[in-house]
């Protein structure tokens, strides 16, 4: 296979899969819309279990292709999105800076991740909606507290304002590239399969 | 009007015959066409006590006139003042009964009002335990899918979602010239389940219309490679053994 696929040029030289997770309503399908299509839409629209978006990115000189998914942040999903958290090499913990309840849930979301996605993840934690200040009831501060206790960065970020959008993911596209051994990239693949087939990563990681 | 049942016996009294009787006695004069003589006329099922009370008066006011002639007569004064002590007791009790059946009769009715209400406006959750939902089969939107007939719906849409992107990727670069004519680009599309083989299907036979097919099937390691060689070479890696159809 190896053999094969390596004389072909292909339109990237490293897929990561990033996964979006946190309550209901906290922005998550909106910083993902700003990221990956730069556009902001106001109406709610409740995601339904699971969706993902492309957006290939270039770091250090590697075309990286993003393969980000998006969760369904109501409890109703929950085994749905959970069997995705698996084949995630990154995962975005995202809260609600106007919304007690999404951030104090933060500790349910990283038990999540701890039970299923892999343990090398690399973890983020956004605080959304940093725009409106006006309605704010997490201070910054809570928010870098909790990520320092967990050892995992942090941002605050607004979709509709587009801040901290592009380096919240080009730093956790970062963070997972630092991992990566520098091999020639070959099966590389849209994976569309839940969970399972982690093609690249695990044998990289591991091997 | 008298007050009860012994206002005739204060008439006993007066003309001296044997009772225990004092107190409340009262002596009254009525007139011989005044109401008391009215509660006779009355039906059974509505004499109030007040009526009773009036039919002691005249039915003591007459023995009066009947106990002038004789002794005899006080005997039967006293079973006819407990007769009436019966009477009042009954119509006592009777009217009692009919005001506290009425009222529970009203209660009733309230709770029934108040239960069909309920029924017909809540989804009623009284048959439902605390885990339970009970779903309205006349709602157009009531849950109708299992957890797993989504799960697999959103796969499929994701699978589809994902070879949109190949191709709308391939057109882009197709149609732009970036595509090199001495270094074939290739666009690889792995897909797990075998339910993706109608996709794929339909996906290289689009291609094939485009470009001059040149395919060539490898076997390698259990996975099958289709090779579709032009100006552009487009490779559909597909790990899973349901390929053979093509």
Same mark, same amino acid.
């Given at each position: 296979? #190896?053999?094969?696929?390596?004389?072909?040029?292909?339109?990237?030289?490293?897929?990561?899969?990033?996964?979006?997770?946190?309550?209901?309503?906290?922005?998550?399908?909106?910083?993902?819309?700003?990221?990956?299509?730069?556009?902001?839409?106001?109406?709610?629209?409740?995601? *339904?279990?699971?969706?993902?978006? *492309?957006? #290939?990115?270039?770091?250090?000189?590697?075309?990286?292709?993003?393969?980000?998914?998006? #969760?369904?942040?109501? $409890?109703?999903?929950?085994? *749905?999105? #959970?069997?995705?958290?698996?084949?995630?090499?990154?995962?975005?913990?995202?809260?609600? *800076? =106007?919304?007690?309840?999404?951030? $104090?849930?933060?500790?349910?979301?990283?038990?999540?991740?701890? $039970?299923?996605?892999?343990?090398?993840?690399?973890?983020?934690?956004?605080?959304?909606?940093?725009?409106?200040?006006?309605?704010?009831?997490?201070?910054?501060?809570?928010?870098?507290?909790?990520?320092?206790?967990?050892?995992?960065?942090?941002?605050?970020?607004?979709?509709?304002?587009?801040?901290?959008?592009?380096?919240?993911?080009?730093?956790?596209?970062?963070?997972?590239?630092?991992?990566?051994?520098?091999? $020639?990239?070959?099966?590389?693949?849209?994976?569309?399969?839940?969970?399972?087939?982690? =093609?690249?990563?695990?044998?990289?990681?591991?091997? | /009007? /008298?007050?009860?049942?012994?206002?005739?016996?204060?008439?006993?009294?007066?003309?001296?015959?044997?009772?225990?009787? %004092?107190?409340?006695?009262? %002596?009254?004069?009525?007139?011989?066409?005044?109401?008391?003589?009215?509660?006779?006329?009355?039906?059974?099922?509505?004499?109030? %006590?007040?009526?009773?009370?009036?039919?002691?008066? %005249?039915?003591?006011?007459?023995?009066?006139?009947?106990?002038?002639?004789?002794?005899?007569?006080?005997?039967?004064?006293?079973?006819?003042?407990?007769?009436?002590? @019966?009477?009042?007791?009954?119509?006592?009790?009777?009217?009692?009964?009919?005001?506290?059946?009425?009222?529970?009769?009203?209660?009733?009715?309230?709770?029934?009002?108040?239960?069909?209400?309920?029924?017909?406006?809540?989804?009623?959750?009284? &048959?439902?335990?605390?885990?339970?939902?009970?779903?309205?089969? &006349?709602?157009?939107?009531? /849950?109708? !899918?299992? @957890?797993?007939?989504?799960?697999?719906?959103?796969?499929?849409?994701?699978?589809?979602? &994902?070879?949109?992107?190949?191709?709308?990727?391939?057109?882009?670069?197709?149609?732009?010239?970036?595509?090199?004519?001495?270094? /074939?680009?290739?666009?690889?599309?792995?897909?797990?389940?075998?339910?993706?083989?109608?996709?794929?299907?339909?996906?290289?036979?689009?291609?094939?219309?485009?470009?001059?097919?040149?395919?060539?099937?490898?076997?390698?390691?259990?996975?099958? +490679?289709?090779?579709?060689?032009?100006?552009?070479?487009?490779?559909? +890696?597909?790990?899973?053994?349901? !390929?053979?159809?093509?």
């Amino acid at each position: 296979m #190896t053999g094969y696929f390596s004389m072909a040029k292909k339109t990237y030289d490293l897929l990561f899969k990033l996964l979006l997770i946190g309550d209901s309503g906290v922005g998550k399908t909106c910083v993902l819309f700003r990221f990956s299509d730069d556009a902001f839409n106001t109406t709610f629209i409740s995601t *339904i279990g699971i969706d993902f978006k *492309i957006k #290939t990115v270039e770091l250090q000189g590697k075309k990286i292709k993003l393969q980000i998914w998006d #969760t369904a942040g109501q $409890e109703r999903f929950h085994t *749905i999105t #959970t069997s995705y958290y698996r084949g995630a090499m990154g995962i975005m913990l995202v809260y609600d *800076i =106007t919304n007690a309840k999404s951030f $104090e849930n933060i500790s349910k979301w990283l038990r999540n991740i701890d $039970e299923h996605a892999n343990e090398d993840v690399e973890r983020m934690l956004l605080g959304n909606k940093c725009d409106m200040e006006d309605k704010r009831v997490v201070p910054k501060a809570k928010g870098e507290q909790i990520a320092r206790e967990h050892g995992i960065r942090f941002f605050e970020t607004s979709a509709k304002a587009n801040i901290n959008i592009e380096k919240a993911f080009l730093t956790l596209a970062e963070d997972i590239l630092r991992k990566t051994p520098v091999k $020639e990239p070959n099966s590389e693949n849209v994976d569309i399969s839940s969970g399972g087939g982690v =093609t690249g990563w695990k044998s990289k990681c591991c091997s | /009007p /008298p007050k009860c049942i012994y206002d005739f016996l204060g008439f006993c009294c007066y003309i001296n015959i044997n009772l225990i009787l %004092v107190g409340e006695v009262e %002596v009254m004069e009525f007139g011989e066409e005044s109401s008391p003589v009215l509660a006779f006329e009355k039906d059974a099922f509505e004499l109030t %006590v007040e009526d009773v009370y009036d039919i002691s008066y %005249v039915i003591g006011r007459d023995l009066l006139k009947v106990s002038s002639k004789g002794d005899e007569v006080s005997d039967l004064q006293f079973r006819i003042v407990r007769v009436l002590e @019966m009477f009042e007791s009954l119509v006592n009790k009777y009217n009692l009964s009919v005001e506290e059946l009425k009222m529970e009769r009203d209660n009733l009715k309230t709770e029934l009002d108040r239960i069909v209400k309920e029924s017909s406006s809540g989804q009623g959750m009284q &048959a439902a335990g605390p885990n339970q939902l009970v779903v309205d089969l &006349a709602d157009p939107n009531r /849950p109708r !899918f299992t @957890m797993q007939e989504l799960k697999e719906v959103l796969q499929e849409r994701n699978q589809l979602k &994902a070879q949109l992107l190949v191709a709308q990727e391939e057109l882009q670069l197709y149609k732009s010239g970036i595509l090199p004519q001495t270094e /074939p680009a290739m666009v690889e599309v792995a897909l797990d389940t075998p339910a993706a083989t109608e996709p794929i299907t339909r996906y290289s036979s689009l291609l094939t219309t485009e470009i001059c097919a040149d395919s060539n099937n490898n076997s390698k390691g259990g996975s099958k +490679h289709l090779f579709l060689s032009c100006t552009t070479h487009i490779a559909l +890696h597909l790990r899973g053994q349901s !390929f053979n159809k093509i």
